[in-house]
């Protein structure tokens, strides 16, 4: 495969577990609300807790067709700029580059309008919606015959992306317990993961056209789960007066033995609470030094995630491979990749609680350092390093990512800020975010082609860099609450950051 057809996707971090910009999130896991929990039911247990996941899990559909965009370019664009293509004529570089970049131009553009209708019109009913321009993009690239086709069904497709990395992990947050809203909450990120492998596999298999088709699926389970399984988020409906409808919804949620009265109070206090702090400005982000600190903390994570380089090797996993002269055919290699992300995905979501924050990133930033400059030392030295040690790097840097820099830039920006400046923090952080994505996905191909494995070193510089931000600036959030989390921002911690 020629290395100037490589394909190019932005990967989302995260995540996600992402907080949504303007929507003021519940209390995250680490400040627990309301001590008692009599919103479960004494009979309640586990089955009261079986709609919640289905739900969840409806919504995840949403995360899996945003996967499927993320990595699609992988295995199409080679396909596209070949003789062999479905266009009237071979997709040009450039044009493969823009392909890549647009659907963050298209997300940018689409996540911050997601939140204002999901405040509008209710979770529901925007994630439903969200389908339709999943559908008309893939419809667009199975009917494609120029390469401003491809650019439409992109952009079209960077507004659901944005939009749903936004709205349902809120969704999902709001509708889960206390108890289980860090697992559901991880299933963002999780099925992220599973439609990117669902694109390696199938890509693997089949021509552009029936790929296409198989992406469609995610987004019509999306519009089907969401409809038939999802219920309106109680915190929606306790924020428009709907009280009725909220407790319904509760019922629904947890069962109809379970006692709703109580969260319900919980939520009208929460409403209560974000009235009275009123909305924030950019300008009360920076009001006090531990606000700063908070903000240095989610910029700079949000920075190492993006510019470590993740992106380069989701997209040119196959031609780092070939150029590194590995013997195992570039589609198997992906699909390894693929499966080792989603591996390492569930095993982070068990081990941030247990082993804390601080020591993920550290041993995450530090692995992935090491395995871009390995990277960099293959693509320089093919003929004098095994080919085998370059799906080594990959598959070790897909671990590393996954367990620390990919989700937990994410988790800390829901547990450094104060519920009141929260909406605005993450609609920064999110705009920072898909920016880089563009600047990456549009940058790499022309510096890769023209630096080769030094890109690769430039990744392990900025990795290394973070390894060290995280060492003097990021404080241990782990056990603490909202009041102790700014005392070790602003410098009175009396434990020193340390993890409790």
């Known amino acids: 495969m020629d290395h100037n057809e490589s394909a190019a996707a932005p990967m989302l971090p995260q995540p996600l577990p992402a907080p949504a910009p303007a929507l003021p999130p519940e209390e995250p896991e680490p400040i627990p609300a309301p001590s008692p929990t009599p919103s479960l039911s004494p009979a309640a247990g586990r089955s009261s807790r079986t709609r919640q996941y289905v739900a969840a899990l409806a919504v995840s559909m949403g995360a899996m067709a945003a996967g499927c965009e993320l990595a699609w370019t992988s295995p199409a664009l080679p396909q596209l700029a070949s003789n062999s293509t479905q266009l009237r004529e071979p997709l040009g570089k450039m044009e493969g580059a823009w392909v890549g970049a647009l659907l963050a131009v298209g997300a940018l553009a689409g996540a911050l309008p997601g939140s204002y209708l999901a405040d509008r019109y209710g979770r529901r009913l925007v994630l439903a919606a969200i389908a339709a321009p999943f559908l008309v993009s893939w419809a667009t690239v199975f009917l494609a015959t120029r390469a401003s086709s491809l650019y439409i069904a992109r952009l079209l497709a960077g507004l659901a992306?944005?939009?749903?990395?936004?709205?349902?992990?809120?969704?999902?947050?709001?509708?889960?317990?206390?108890?289980?809203?860090?697992?559901?909450?991880?299933?963002?990120?999780?099925?992220?993961?599973?439609?990117?492998?669902?694109?390696?596999?199938?890509?693997?298999?089949?021509?552009?056209?029936?790929?296409?088709?198989?992406?469609?699926?995610?987004?019509?389970?999306?519009?089907?789960?969401?409809?038939?399984?999802?219920?309106?988020?109680?915190a929606y409906l306790v924020r428009k007066g709907d009280e009725a409808g909220a407790r319904r919804s509760l019922r629904e949620l947890r069962g109809a033995g379970a006692d709703v009265e109580a969260p319900l109070r919980q939520l009208r206090e929460e409403v209560a609470q974000e009235s009275s702090g009123g909305s924030k400005s950019l300008r009360d982000l920076v009001s006090s030094v531990a606000r700063r600190k908070a903000?240095?903390?989610?910029?700079?994570?949000?920075?190492?995630?993006?510019?470590?380089?993740?992106?380069?090797?989701?997209?040119?996993?196959?031609?780092?491979?070939?150029?590194?002269?590995?013997?195992?055919?570039?589609?198997?290699?992906?699909?390894?990749?693929?499966?080792?992300?989603?591996?390492?995905?569930?095993?982070?979501?068990?081990?941030?609680?247990?082993?804390?924050?601080?020591?993920?990133?550290?041993?995450?930033?530090?692995?992935?350092?090491?395995?871009q400059a390995t990277l960099g030392l293959c693509l320089k030295l093919p003929d004098a390093l095994p080919g085998w040690l370059a799906l080594v790097a990959v598959g070790v840097f897909i671990i590393a990512f996954s367990l620390g820099c990919g989700p937990l830039p994410w988790m800390m920006l829901g547990e450094i800020f104060a519920p009141e400046v929260k909406g605005t923090a993450s609609g920064l952080a999110v705009t920072l975010n898909w920016v880089i994505v563009f600047a990456v996905t549009f940058a790499f191909p022309p510096a890769n082609d023209a630096l080769g494995g030094v890109t690769f070193f430039f990744f392990a510089a900025v990795c290394a860099l973070g390894f060290a931000f995280v060492l003097v600036v990021v404080p241990e959030t782990k056990g603490k609450t909202l009041q102790e989390i700014q005392d070790a921002l602003s410098g009175d911690d009396k434990r020193g950051g340390r993890p409790v």
């Open 295 to 371: 903000l240095l903390i989610s910029l700079g994570l949000m920075g190492v995630q993006q510019l470590g380089g993740i992106n380069a090797v989701i997209f040119y996993c196959q031609d780092i491979f070939e150029n590194a002269g590995s013997t195992i055919p570039d589609a198997v290699s992906a699909i390894i990749v693929g499966v080792v992300q989603v591996v390492a995905t569930l095993a982070a979501a068990s081990l941030v609680d247990r082993a804390g924050r601080r020591p993920l990133l550290l041993v995450s930033a530090g692995l992935m350092a090491l395995c």
């Open 161 to 234: 992306t944005g939009a749903v990395s936004v709205v349902a992990p809120v969704y999902v947050g709001e509708v889960a317990e206390a108890e289980i809203r860090g697992a559901l909450g991880s299933g963002f990120q999780l099925f992220i993961t599973v439609g990117i492998l669902w694109v390696y596999v199938w890509g693997a298999v089949f021509g552009t056209k029936a790929l296409a088709a198989m992406c469609a699926l995610p987004p019509l389970l999306l519009l089907a789960g969401t409809l038939l399984f999802a219920p309106e988020s109680p």
